[in-house]
Structure formats: C-alpha cells, structure tokens
C-alpha cells in the first residue's frame, strides 16, 4: 500500500498561469516532505521542502503547503513556465528514519503556450 | 554537471552475468544510496550508506550486492538477475541522512 499518493498523473497548465501538484500520504509519523523535479533521462531534482511545524515554505515561483490534519501537502508553481515541464515527485520521511524516503509516483506536468 | 555521476549510463546483460553498477559524487556528501525505478511505479529505495556503513537494507535480494569503498564512491554489484530487474538504478547522496538527496542521471539497466 503506497504511503505517499499523487493520484494525478498527469495535469496541463497555460504558460503564465498557476500550477497546482498535489500529494497525500497516510503515514502520521511523517515530519519532513519534499518535492523533486524530473526530466527526461535525468536524475530527480529537489526544488524544495518543508518540515511538519511549518505549513508554509516559499522558494521564488514556488510554495509548498502542509495541511497535516488532512494529511495532504501540495506544490504551487506561479507563473508556469515552459521550463517547469517535468515530472514532479512528492516524497516523504520521518526524522526516526530520516534517510528513509517514500516517494509518489509522479505527476507530468505539461506547460502548454 | 549534477556532482553525482553514474556509470554506466546503460547495461544489457544476461542473466547469468555479472556487473556493476558505479556511482561518484563530488559534493563531500556523507550519506549514498541506491534507488530502483521501475516503470510506472514510485522509486523504491534499496540501500543507504551513512558514513560508508549501511544503515538502511530495503528487504533486497541477494543477487544485488552493494559496497561503499568510502564516502565517495557506492558500488551496486549484480549476479544473477532476473527479467523483473530490468529497471532505472538511481544513485543519490546526502550531506546527511537528514537532508535532501542529490540524484544521478541513473543507469538503465535490461535484463535479456
């Protein structure tokens, strides 16, 4: 059973617009949450984290969000640029077993012009 | 330049043979690790080495084998595999067992 879900695998944007990737996990023990980056025939790439005492955390065109009593956190990418084009995974981890991280299975985003 | 390089970028091999599956990383890193793509399933976490010990062994099979030689180098040596293997073999490290990983660009690895 997946601890860490993106039941979206795909979502297509406007250039300019908001994009909105969203993860839900069901593990209460989770404190520390990622999101990475991929493209094709290239490794992940982390764009940015969050730990469980915050519910916010901004880095440039992105913000992460943590609703913990939903259990549920998503990726906001303002404005969408073509660039952005990618598969983004959601990961997840506790600090007991910090190196043990529990990725999603992905959403392509697709940013069409 | 990504600071974690893996060789080889692609494998085909038997399933009699043997190889390995090699990973550098020039970030100073003290935490490697070994992750399995397969398609159209999340990553899958195989190995973490911390300090060149093994802390995290994800209920691997046998027939692969990693060893880390010291904190800049992690081996995946293969014996033996089976077709469910074919997959993306990922490395990554971390400044801790804490922080975030950086990947490698992986090796696609085909199991005739």
Redesign the interface.
């Known amino acids: 059973d997946q601890q860490v879900k993106q039941n979206s695998p795909s979502l297509s944007v406007q250039e300019g617009r908001i994009s909105i990737l969203n993860c839900d996990y069901t593990n209460s023990m989770f404190d520390y949450f990622l999101w990475y980056k991929k493209y094709p025939a290239e490794g992940p790439t982390f764009l940015i984290s969050i730990s469980s005492i915050k519910d916010k955390n901004e880095d440039g065109r992105f913000t992460v969000f943590l609703n913990k009593s939903a259990k549920h956190l998503s990726l906001h990418i303002v404005p969408s640029q073509p660039g952005d084009s990618a598969v983004y995974f959601c990961a997840a981890s506790g600090y007991s077993s910090a190196s043990k991280i529990i990725f999603g299975s992905g959403t392509r985003l697709s940013i069409r012009p | 330049e ?1 600071g ?1 390089t ?1 060789t080889p970028r692609h494998l085909v091999m038997g399933m009699t043979n043997k190889k390995s599956l090699k990973c550098e990383q020039h970030l100073g890193h003290n ?1 490697m ?1 070994w992750y399995k793509q397969s398609a ?4 899958e ?1 195989m190995f ?1 080495y ?1 300090l060149e010990e093994r ?2 062994n ?1 209920s691997v099979p046998s027939r692969f084998s990693p060893e880390c030689p010291n904190s800049s180098h992690l081996f995946l040596h293969l014996h033996t595999l089976q077709p469910e293997d074919s997959a993306l073999y ?1 490395c ?1 490290s ?1 400044r801790t ?2 922080g ?7 090796t696609r690895l085909s199991i005739l």
């Open positions: 990504t974690v893996q935490a690790y159209k399933k999340p990553l976490l973490v911390s802390v995290e994800n990922l990554a971390s067992a804490l975030p990983q950086h990947f490698g660009d992986g």
